[in-house]
């Protein structure tokens, strides 16, 4: 099965710092999503990544897919007390029949 | 609007009882996918159904069961064999074919004492 792990597990920052989430797969990645969750909500898709070397960004967020498909990254620029929740990473395996997320990183935004 | 409904947001559980989640969707998606979620950790995946009248296990099946005899209702019945039954449930739809852009519901917090 595909593992995704991300870094770091949880996160404090001052708003308008500048952060940065990290995913890395054990396998190659052929789809990289990012989502973000609020506490005890469902989750609301942010981003989707396929290809080596694709960025994405969406108002200050900016995902980013290495070159060699395992390692993704998930920026924030500016932080606002409305960025804090829980970001998790999705990939689905290579015949699309499952699909799995890592851990989740755990943000809080300190006004 | 189109999306995703569960209910109840909560459920409280005798230890032994059945219990169903309803996971109903209006977007005409395929795909269907329940998710367990721990405190502090990420969603693990149930079961999931790419069509109607057909479904897979994920990768904690146990002590759980579905069916899917419409497109728009995948409902979840956690049985009296899963040992550690309450969490946060999430149900989820995408469309057919290989995108991942899942669609989840707001959840349902089971509890069972």
């Known amino acids: 099965s595909q593992e995704l792990e991300q870094s770091p597990q949880s996160l404090i920052v001052q708003e308008g710092k500048n952060l940065t989430i990290n995913c890395t797969s054990s396998?190659?990645?052929?789809?990289l999503y990012w989502y973000k969750q609020k506490y005890g909500e469902g989750l609301i898709f942010l981003m989707m990544?396929?290809?080596?070397?694709e960025e994405k960004s969406h108002e200050k967020i900016t995902a980013k897919l290495d070159e060699k498909k395992q390692q993704s990254s998930l920026h924030i620029t500016a932080s606002q007390p409305s960025h804090a929740g829980i970001y998790l990473c999705?990939?689905?395996?290579?015949?699309?029949?499952?699909?799995?997320f890592g851990s989740g990183t755990k943000l809080n935004v300190k006004p | 609007d189109g999306g995703i409904t569960q209910s109840p947001k909560y459920l409280f559980r005798k230890e032994g009882q059945n219990v169903t989640l309803s996971c109903e969707q209006n977007?005409?998606?395929?795909?269907m996918y329940w998710y367990r979620q721990d405190p502090g950790q990420g969603l693990r995946l149930i079961y999931y159904?790419?069509?109607?009248?057909?479904?897979q296990k994920g990768d904690i099946a146990e002590g759980y069961s579905v069916s899917r005899e419409k497109k728009e209702s995948f409902p979840l019945t956690v049985t009296s064999a899963q040992k550690n039954p309450t969490a946060f449930y999430l149900c989820?739809?995408?469309?057919?074919?290989?995108?991942?852009?899942?669609?989840f519901g707001p959840g349902t917090r089971l509890t069972v004492t």
């Open positions: 989820a739809s995408s469309p057919a074919g290989n995108s991942y852009e899942q669609y």
């Open positions: 396998k190659t990645l052929y789809g």
């Open positions: 990544l396929q290809k080596g070397g």
């Open positions: 999705g990939a689905g395996g290579y015949n699309f029949n499952k699909f799995y």
């Open positions: 977007l005409n998606h395929d795909a």
């Open positions: 159904s790419q069509i109607v009248n057909d479904f």
